[in-house]
């Protein structure tokens, strides 16, 4: 569907852009206002850091408001406005706040702002994407003096910290009653945090102010203006004019002229967001997996995982990472990458090996190959449709019968995509924990609604060896016994190829060069990670 | 004439009604919006409290059953992305469209009738064949491009005009507009243009035509024949008539500049209702898009109204009303 206007739109849009970077070397010298001016592809829905839990809402709230840890660029903890933390039995934690830390009205935070905050995270009215999953685990709160909090839980939860420790933590006083609109004219978007909310003018721009009294290091901008400019081409072009000091979300078609352009540096990191190809392996009977004639096949080939494995050596990654992405991309042979808890440093990616996947087929009994149908969208993520072509012709060469390659704009094909109605399909997960475990627990889990396992997991895949295993890591206290428990589940579950991991996407800054950017896994735009140059 | 106002209001609700149903339908048949708006990492718990608070769960007469009560009363619906009623989130963002079709219409016209109306006294003249071959540029290049060479040449080259934004506000007579700073101008002037050159085309191409049609009509001849001098010839004789499709085309086009101007609105950042009805339908955000369809349907057909009123003065001949 849609395919051709879409690849027609990116290429006008690559067109459009090279176009304008063809000149920059002959732009005038910008004159700045003082403090940061960020062009970002996103817009937050609501400044009420507790209304959505996604990305572009999560931008604005890091900037103003705190909480309980810091999360890093490599998305690891460390203490914020608690200081410390400590079990006390299985089901109870001791939380030690910080004394010195105050709102941006002037009053302190004390544990009543905390329990106030954590208990209003499960209850924000029509909220699309509630912290509720946060704070499941707390049975009760209790303030034992000002800056002391003694936490029960529910059942043993290792990773209660983890969880707890990335809601946003509001002023009881201010927030008590106030509605979405007192949040969004700033009533009360009253935080702790490094910068303080001064006005959001929707689809226009955000400004925020420097809180002088933040309790750690000063925020390095006396003003931050964060303009929302959606479109790709006019986001380098605002660059480049020098009406913004740093870009977001940078297409890799343009970072390739961007890093030659003088005045410019570019920022990168691999990021947490998995891009992967998921099997319908729990059906006899697939809707887009036919015989040679192009009749339904049952059984189902996609249930045996010889089948599933040499699907993966027939995807040249390497090739996709080169061809298509322009190198914005790191092939993935597990669901996170270095760096991110139960990452498993001999799982590679699978390497391209036609001979040894036609050889597999073979020993399942399909020597001829089968007929199989991709599914992919085609606006969700860079490259995300000509990947899925690019995919096609591989399966093709290695001898199955593609019937076609199918791409629709995401929010068709999401939908479709949960309800089963796919074979093959790509997908992209995004992970902002520390560790490997959310991500586990919602793809490759068992799906079972009580348990709150394998909400993604769309094909319904089902491993009850691994499912085992998950369950000592989710009640494994010891943090060195977790990650390897974590790892020996990755192990275990990556044996049976459950899903195809393609690459963990780069993301991608620009800025001028009298701007550093802290490129973050977390895909955060957010003036916490800028500072001007030395 | 209030027989005409009558049974106008009478097709006017059905329209509405009609077409709520239509869209309501459609972005059902979409998709989940569920999918798109929970986070990557979100428990199957979070995704069912999202779902029941949306109201997703319910089925889908009763949603709209829900819908339509409530737009009894004035209420069409709460945004599922913002948590903010639909129509005020759409009547926030709507005096930046207006404001831009404004100028670009505004534009179109004393650029586009001038050059038409020359065009069309002297036609085969280098003057004619020269306004002739660029409006074509203004029909065919696609305004994406159009409006991606302004920012390159003004902006990034030049460094004349800021290219996104709509820059800084002032406030007259209790409104409140960027046509009253300089900021602002500077910020409206390449939207506005990159919106009204397809519009002038069209108003130079109408406007030569008309001319060119009525300077050989009979009236025309006699006029002259009278002795009345030609500038009053062309300025209110031929232009009185040449003004009905304009009137009807340029209503018709100011509507479909504020209902389409997404394509200018995202290549400049300009914080109009186009953008919020792109990003609604990407995420399914079902009140958004049914609202600001149904606002739209209004806006067409008050519009066409005013045109017909237009039409009644403009040439006494056409009347109004049900009475044949």
């Known amino acids: 569907m849609n395919k051709v206007s879409r690849t027609s739109r990116s290429k006008l849009l690559a067109f459009g852009a090279s176009l304008m970077l063809g000149v920059s070397t002959l732009a005038t010298a910008p004159a700045w206002a003082a403090g940061l001016v960020i062009g970002s592809s996103t817009e937050p829905s609501a400044v009420d850091p507790l209304f959505s839990r996604t990305g572009n809402n999560q931008n604005l709230a890091m900037q103003v408001f705190d909480r309980l840890v810091v999360q890093d660029e490599n998305l690891q903890l460390h203490p914020g406005i608690a200081k410390s933390w400590e079990t006390t039995g299985p089901m109870t934690w001791l939380v030690h706040l910080r004394d010195d830390v105050t709102f941006h009205d002037g009053n302190k935070l004390t544990a009543d702002d905390i329990i106030y905050s954590l208990d209003r995270a499960k209850n924000v009215p029509n909220s699309p994407a509630p912290f509720t999953g946060n704070v499941a685990a707390i049975d009760s709160m209790k303030a034992l003096d000002p800056y002391t909090i003694e936490f029960t839980t529910k059942a043993p939860t290792p990773d209660f910290i983890e969880q707890i420790g990335l809601v946003y933590m509001l002023e009881k006083k201010v927030a008590e009653g106030a509605s979405i609109e007192d949040y969004n004219s700033g009533k009360a978007a009253v935080g702790t945090g490094p910068y303080k909310f001064k006005e959001w003018v929707p689809g226009d721009h955000v400004t925020l102010v420097r809180n002088d009294a933040y309790w750690d290091k000063k925020a390095a901008y006396d003003t931050v203006t964060i303009k929302f400019i959606s479109n790709d081409a006019a986001r380098v072009a605002a660059l480049l004019s020098g009406s913004v000091q740093l870009i977001d979300a940078v297409s890799p078609v343009d970072v390739t002229k961007l890093s030659g352009t003088a005045g410019i540096k570019v920022h990168s990191t691999s990021s947490t967001r998995i891009i992967y190809m998921a099997l319908d392996s729990s059906r006899d009977t697939s809707p887009f997996i036919t015989d040679l004639d192009g009749k339904p096949l049952t059984p189902n080939p996609l249930k045996n995982a010889k089948v599933r494995l040499a699907l993966s050596k027939l995807i040249n990654r390497d090739g996709i990472v080169d061809r298509i992405l322009s190198g914005a991309g790191q092939t993935a042979g597990q669901l996170v990458p270095e760096g991110i808890g139960g990452y498993v440093p001999d799982l590679k990616a699978e390497s391209y090996d036609v001979d040894g996947a036609k050889k597999l087929l073979a020993d399942a009994g399909y020597p001829k190959g089968f007929g199989i149908t991709i599914h992919s969208s085609n606006d969700r993520f860079p490259g995300d449709g000509e990947v899925a072509q690019a995919i096609g012709q591989m399966f093709a060469r290695g001898g199955l019968k593609v019937n076609g390659v199918v791409t629709q704009p995401y929010n068709v094909y999401a939908s479709a995509a949960g309800k089963q109605e796919f074979s093959a399909f790509i997908f992209s997960l995004g992970n902002t924990t520390p560790t490997a475990i959310t991500g586990l627990r919602n793809l490759l889990m068992t799906k079972n609604k009580e348990a709150g396992t394998g909400g993604f997991n769309r094909v319904q895949y089902s491993n009850p060896v691994f499912d085992n295993l998950m369950q000592d890591v989710l009640t494994e206290f010891d943090t060195n016994t977790r990650m390897t428990a974590v790892q020996n589940a990755t192990r275990t579950v990556m044996q049976d190829t459950p899903f195809l991991p393609l690459y963990w996407q780069k993301v991608y800054w620009a800025s001028k060069d009298d701007v550093t950017y802290i490129a973050n896994k977390s895909e955060d735009t957010s003036a916490y990670f800028a500072s001007p140059a030395k | 004439m209030t027989v005409f106002i009558i049974r106008r209001l009478m097709q006017a609700l059905l329209v509405l009604f009609v077409t709520s149903l239509i869209v309501f339908l459609g972005v059902y048949a979409i998709g989940n919006p569920i999918d798109i708006l929970v986070p990557d990492d979100a428990t199957e718990m979070e995704r069912q409290q999202a779902i029941h608070s949306l109201g997703l769960d319910r089925p889908l007469p009763v949603q709209y059953g829900t819908f339509l009560l409530h737009a009894l009363h004035g209420d069409l619906g709460t945004s599922f992305v913002f948590n903010q009623p639909s129509i005020s989130l759409i009547l926030d963002r709507l005096p930046a469209t207006l404001e831009l079709a404004f100028v670009a219409l505004f534009l179109a016209i004393v650029i586009g009738m001038p050059l038409g ?208």
């Open chain 2, 117 to 324: 109306i020359i065009a069309g006294l002297k036609p085969g003249s280098r003057f004619d064949e020269g306004v002739m071959t660029t409006s074509i540029l203004g029909f065919s290049l696609p305004n994406f491009w159009q409006g991606m060479m302004l920012i390159m040449i003004f902006s990034v080259w030049l460094g004349w005009l800021p290219s996104t934004g709509r820059g800084q506000m002032g406030s007259f007579l209790g409104i409140h507009s960027s046509l009253f700073t300089l900021d602002g101008l500077a910020h409206l002037i390449l939207p506005a243009i990159n919106l009204s050159l397809f519009k002038i085309s069209l108003i130079i191409r109408l406007t030569r035509t008309g001319v060119r049609e009525t300077m050989l009509l009979d009236f025309v001849k006699f006029a002259r024949a009278r002795g009345v001098p030609e500038t009053r010839i062309v300025v209110v004789h031929v232009l009185k008539n040449i003004l009905i499709p304009i009137v009807t085309v340029v209503g018709m086009e100011f509507g479909s500049i504020i209902a389409f101007a997404v394509v200018t609105e995202t290549i400049f950042a300009w914080p109009g209702v186009g953008k919020l009805l792109i990003d609604a339908v990407m995420r399914l955000d079902r009140p958004v898009v049914v609202a600001y369809i149904l606002v739209v349907v209004a806006m067409f057909i008050t519009i066409n109204f005013v045109v017909d009123l237009i039409y009644s003065l403009l040439d006494p001949r056409i009347r109004l009303g049900g009475a044949k």
